[in-house]
């Protein structure tokens, strides 16, 4: 397992914005986990460790793209019907045979082998049958309806590059390259703890002034999406010596460390004295809200990461700057989620400096287009602001009022997660 130095994080200057937080991860870790073969099927949603090029052409060979009558161009009636006699039959999957003469047609079906010097396929719906000819209209161009072996890809191409994460599309896309197995990064381990004395886990009989445990449950599924393997490493107490202990103890079987709660500077916020006597510990000063504090570090050479503990918080802090954080160490290539424009159903005034993330749902604006409407309770605890919305709108760090109506950029959760 790679180890990360105490300073890789190391960060002086004063309230950092979020691209320079992204820049900072992007320029001082590495990819920390292996790579493995696995086969095809077992692919989805995994990392690959290689570029793939093309092992051979997409198509194969030159075939048919519909069901109809194979010709030669050279052999139609310029500007008018052309019959010709039907000289064979040749369905997907069967060899073409002897090549028909000038002057004739092929019944073929799509995804057939082109027969040797036929360039032109005609529709059926196009074409009429009478007894042993076919009659085909005028006006078809040369290479109509036909595939050219390598149109899709050509052999050698690169099709796809490491660090992208497999989708089942790009499944579809190597099947039909012949592959049957890739090498992929390792899963990324990812250890996940909440802390807090008050905090019991759900099923648990609650005791006096304690919650149940959402953020937890919530970090485990964003890890697993992010393609990671989630370890439930439970509830830390607060007491700075159980939390160096436990994160000490943990650090040496995971690949990242993630918290929730206790990174404040309160006196009950034990998080920062325990990885600092276990590791290192910077709080990146970020200009993000909902999200403060968030603390990145080190903790046995294995990176940590520190989030707030209300749950929108942790779920924007997550996704901003956890989840490219994973992917730095996972050697997936990240790229930030492209927000699209929506008329805003609300005004707000925000400091500048800061970028912000309002909880919004989505209504039409009566004008063909989408409005946010903004949740009606912006505390970071409340759970329903991320039940009831279906993202966030991004203000950005320039931006210090909008009003009604205006244009703003709208990240659907789905993007996120």
Not at 184 to 196: A, C, E, H, K, Q
Not at 200 to 208: K, M, N, T
Request: contains cysteine; glycine residues 12%; hydrophobic residues 50%.
């Amino acid at each position: 397992m790679a180890q990360l130095s105490n300073d890789c994080f190391a960060f002086g200057g004063a309230l950092m914005r979020l691209d320079e937080a992204r820049a900072l991860v992007a320029a001082r870790l590495s990819p920390v986990v292996g790579v493995e073969n696995v086969p095809l099927f077992a692919a989805d949603g995994r990392v690959l460790a290689d570029d793939i090029g093309a092992p051979i052409p997409l198509p194969p060979f030159f075939n048919s793209a519909v069901d109809g009558y194979a010709v030669r161009f050279a052999d139609l009636t310029p500007g008018a019907e052309t019959r010709l006699p039907v000289a064979g039959r040749l369905p997907a999957g069967a060899a073409a045979g002897a090549v028909p003469g000038a002057g004739s047609a092929v019944r073929i079906f799509t995804g057939a082998a082109m027969p040797e010097g036929f360039d032109t396929v005609f529709m059926q719906e196009d074409a009429v049958r009478e007894e042993g000819d076919v009659v085909l209209p005028a006006g078809l161009s040369r290479g109509a309806n036909a595939r050219r072996a390598g149109e899709d890809v050509e052999a050698g191409a690169r099709v796809l590059g490491a660090g992208h994460r497999l989708s089942p599309r790009d499944l579809a896309l190597l099947a039909g390259l012949g592959l049957s197995e890739v090498a992929v990064r390792r899963r990324l381990r990812v250890g996940i703890f909440s802390t807090g004395d008050e905090l019991v886990a759900p099923g648990s009989p609650l005791g006096p002034a304690q919650l149940y445990d959402a953020n937890r449950a919530m970090l485990l599924a964003l890890a697993a999406r992010a393609g990671c393997e989630p370890r439930d490493l439970g509830i830390l107490p607060d007491g700075r010596d159980a939390v160096r202990d436990a994160l000490a103890a943990a650090a040496g079987d995971v690949d990242l460390l993630v918290t929730s709660g206790g990174v404040s500077t309160g006196e009950e916020d034990h998080v920062k004295a325990a990885v600092e006597a276990a590791g290192a510990l910077t709080f990146w000063r970020v200009g993000i809200k909902p999200g403060r504090p968030v603390a990145l570090g080190v903790v046995g050479g294995t990176a940590f990461v520190g989030l707030p503990g209300n749950p929108a918080a942790v779920l924007v802090t997550f996704a901003m700057l956890a989840r490219p954080l994973i992917a730095r160490l996972a050697g997936e290539t990240w790229r930030r989620p492209l927000a699209f424009p929506v008329r805003s159903g609300f005004a707000y005034r925000k400091k500048a400096g800061r970028r912000e993330y309002v909880r919004c749902a989505l209504a039409p604006d009566g004008a063909g287009g989408l409005m946010a409407l903004k949740h009606p309770r912006e505390g970071a605890g409340v759970v329903t602001s991320l039940t009831e919305t279906a993202g966030l709108v991004e203000l950005p760090e320039d931006t210090t009022a909008i009003a009604a109506g205006d244009v703003v950029g709208f990240l659907p959760w789905s993007s996120l997660l």
